[in-house]
């Protein structure tokens, strides 16, 4: 590492409308508090996270660089460059950890390429409270994103992924876009073995979180209404 460089803190947010220090440690607002240069997905939203972080914050002094869909590659290695003059950068997520299921991935590996020091700060990873709170194993788990959207696709997709749970021994995680969540764990129920586990992990960390592990088959005797709420998914086949 450049020890005259500056540092870019990887900064977790919360996973929804919650109040942030009663999911976030007090280092995040520190960090916050001191660092003006971020990269973020969506500028709108994270003026207003850090607002709701750090209510005194001066929001004109702040630096922001976009990085989503739209960002070309090239301009990337420009966003280091207060970190090459000693100044500290701030990697913000749309939700939860940077650099984990989020597009920072790439700025994070600029960054070590560059000899500029991560320092990844503690926040709330859905991905991890959803494994933690599942009862599968959590010595052996991958996380697998979107699965495919054709129907017959979907259905190849899940029965493979159950038998490298069985094989394996190895718990499963994907997600789906929200609004499809109720068709999805439906699908789902009927495409598993009926005695392999399901974990439905559902607005983690906020008051209406859910979280609920069972067996396909109980699962088709319950209702639950996961429409439009963030909602984490593993399979277990044992």
């Not at 976009?66 to 749309?94: H, M, R």
Request: charged share 25%.
């Amino acid at each position: 590492m450049n020890a005259s460089y500056g540092k870019l803190y990887l900064i977790p947010t919360t996973l929804g409308d919650t109040e942030p220090l009663n999911v976030l440690p007090l280092t995040v607002k520190k960090i916050i508090e001191h660092v003006d240069f971020y990269v973020v997905e969506n500028e709108k939203t994270a003026r207003r996270d850090i607002k709701k972080i750090s209510p005194s914050k001066k929001q004109a002094n702040l630096t922001l660089f976009p990085l989503n869909k739209f960002t070309n590659a090239s301009e990337l290695p420009s966003y280091l460059e207060p970190c090459k003059k000693g100044i500290d950068v701030g990697l913000l997520s749309e939700a939860g950890c940077p650099g984990v299921a989020d597009p920072g991935a790439e700025i994070v590996k600029l960054a070590h390429q560059n000899n500029i020091k991560v320092v990844p700060l503690v926040g709330p990873s859905s991905i991890l409270m959803a494994m933690m709170s599942s009862g599968m194993n959590g010595q052996s788990f991958a996380f697998n994103g979107y699965l495919p959207i054709d129907k017959q696709d979907r259905k190849k997709e899940i029965k493979r992924l159950e038998r490298l749970s069985f094989e394996h021994n190895q718990s499963q995680l994907f997600i789906e876009t929200p609004y499809r969540n109720n068709k999805f764990l439906e699908d789902l129920c009927n495409t598993v073995n009926g005695n392999t586990s399901i974990c439905v992990a559902c607005d983690i960390t906020l008051p209406t979180e859910y979280i609920k592990t069972m067996t396909a088959n109980e699962w088709k005797k319950n209702n639950v209404d996961l429409h439009k709420r963030p909602t984490l998914f593993i399979i277990h086949k044992s």
